[in-house]
């Protein structure tokens, strides 16, 4: 029979981790459909970042309550993947509790720990369930998280609450059998918190105790399976994305904008035209201005796009969404996802990208929400993974200026003003000081 479940393991790692790196390979591609970008400088600086935002979480505890029952949540998730490890080797070689023997008294303080934070996850995943579900905070209500957003919050708080009743339910069973002294089951010490619990299961017959604790192993690591390839599916891929995310963050000032060398040269040589170049080579086409399509985006806004946590931080502060406009920083992330999947789906189906008539302007993300955006980087600074919605927002309005000459009249007053009076004023520069001489 052991040789059966090992079996049956195998082959269920082997199909879990096959379709999960499938799936990550595919969003890599995605990803890497996007613009180069050079960030390879300051590594320092960047590592820095990575352990900072993404390791320690720095900027979540600007907000310290659910920064903590964040940090529980992820804490337990990571530490308690070392617990995974064991059964993981378990299922392969067809022991139990692979590690006791090993690690002697020092198991049981670590099983116990993990216990811990067991339970720290299960109250936390509780009261965000009752802060998404119940009390209905405004920044996890919101209308574009109607359908599959809400949906898939809700499935990951559900499927970490199973995972972690599991495990606590397995101990018990195990500490009860480890008390009958059933073979095949390790004698430890005492864990933390299920060793309190095994009267639950008093009177129950031996058959019955390994029928519960066997249950609860394979549903657990299955769940894992299930979970690991539920991921990249889901928000909370960020678990892993986060960390490359904070590696790649922008390190120039927030307020500096990237300018583009092909306008800078134009406005040079219109200023200062001995500057121009003196070839009478045609100067390379230049096949769009911004960003129309996510084709046209930096592989770092794709990352951007596909480590955003929906948590809604960028558009709790943006002044634009706080005033009634339709701007959702959060919205433009989901957005921009949401159409590199499509693509990468055609992609899948035609081996090919095959036109289908859409862009993420208009058909994803509409002028008026551009528009909206006063550039303040409120969103860039609330982000706890470090993600840019304002480079995204920038690139397309410089399309829709640039390319398509989409821009309100006050706008295009202004830009003449500048072309031809060197300020967003209608005064040429030598009528500007005019008025000091009345």
């Known amino acids: 029979m052991h040789v059966v479940q090992q079996?049956?393991?195998?082959?269920?790692?082997?199909?879990?981790?096959?379709?999960?790196?499938?799936?990550?390979?595919?969003?890599?591609?995605?990803?890497?459909?996007?613009?180069?970008?050079?960030?390879?400088?300051?590594?320092?600086?960047?590592?820095?970042?990575?352990?900072?935002?993404?390791?320690?979480?720095k900027k979540m505890f600007k907000k310290p309550i659910p920064a903590f029952l964040h940090l529980a949540v992820y804490a337990g998730f990571i530490i308690i993947n070392a617990e995974i490890l064991e059964i993981f080797l378990d299922g392969i070689l067809g022991r139990h509790r692979l590690f006791a023997p090993l690690l002697g008294n020092l198991y049981a303080y670590l099983i116990g720990f993990f216990e811990i934070?067991?339970?720290?996850?299960?109250?936390?995943?509780?009261?965000?369930?009752?802060?998404?579900?119940?009390?209905?905070?405004?920044?996890?209500?919101?209308?574009?998280?109607?359908?599959?957003?809400?949906?898939?919050?809700?499935t990951i708080l559900y499927i970490e609450m199973i995972l972690m009743t599991l495990f606590l339910t397995m101990n018990t069973a195990d500490q009860s059998l480890q008390a009958l002294g059933v073979a095949h089951y390790t004698p430890t010490a005492p864990f933390w918190i299920t060793s309190h619990f095994t009267g639950i299961f008093s009177g129950m017959s031996e058959g019955a105790l390994v029928g519960i604790e066997r249950s609860c192993w394979w549903l657990h690591i299955i769940g894992v399976f299930l979970f690991l390839n539920y991921l990249p599916y889901s928000k909370h891929f960020h678990i892993i994305l986060a960390f490359p995310n904070a590696y790649y963050a922008k390190l120039m000032p927030q307020g500096e904008v990237k300018n583009m060398p092909e306008?800078?040269?134009?406005?040079?040589?219109?200023?200062?035209?001995?500057?121009?170049?003196?070839?009478?080579?045609?100067?390379?086409?230049?096949?769009?201005?911004?960003?129309?399509?996510?084709?046209?985006?930096?592989?770092?806004?794709?990352?951007?796009?596909?480590?955003?946590?929906?948590?809604?931080?960028?558009?709790s502060v943006c002044p634009a969404n706080l005033t009634g406009k339709k701007l959702s920083p959060r919205k433009i992330m989901m957005d921009t996802r949401d159409r590199l999947e499509e693509v990468g789906r055609n992609i899948n189906g035609n081996k090919e990208f095959k036109p289908d008539g859409k862009t993420l302007i208009n058909d994803y993300i509409t002028v008026e929400e551009l528009r909206a955006c006063t550039t303040c980087q409120a969103c860039v600074e609330a982000c706890p993974v470090t993600i840019d919605p304002?480079?995204?927002?920038?690139?397309?309005?410089?399309?829709?200026?640039?390319?398509?000459?989409?821009?309100?009249?006050?706008?295009?007053?202004?830009?003449?003003?500048?072309?031809?009076?060197?300020?967003p004023w209608k005064f040429s520069p030598d009528d500007r000081d005019a008025w000091v001489k009345e």
């Open 117 to 154: 934070l067991a339970v720290l996850v299960l109250v936390s995943v509780i009261v965000f369930w009752i802060r998404r579900n119940i009390l209905k905070v405004r920044r996890l209500d919101m209308k574009e998280l109607n359908g599959w957003p809400r949906k898939d919050a809700n």
């Open 390 to 423: 304002l480079s995204i927002i920038m690139q397309l309005r410089r399309s829709l200026v640039m390319d398509d000459s989409n821009a309100p009249q006050e706008w295009n007053l202004m830009f003449g003003n500048i072309e031809n009076n060197m300020a």
């Open 263 to 315: 306008i800078q040269n134009e406005v040079l040589y219109m200023m200062e035209p001995d500057k121009a170049p003196t070839t009478t080579e045609a100067p390379p086409e230049h096949k769009n201005f911004g960003a129309k399509e996510v084709t046209d985006l930096s592989w770092k806004n794709l990352l951007d796009a596909y480590s955003c946590t929906e948590c809604g931080r960028c558009t």
């Open 7 to 57: 079996v049956l393991f195998i082959i269920c790692a082997i199909a879990a981790i096959y379709f999960f790196v499938k799936k990550v390979t595919e969003m890599r591609r995605n990803i890497m459909m996007g613009r180069p970008e050079d960030l390879s400088d300051n590594k320092g600086q960047r590592w820095k970042n990575m352990i900072l935002l993404a390791l320690g979480q």
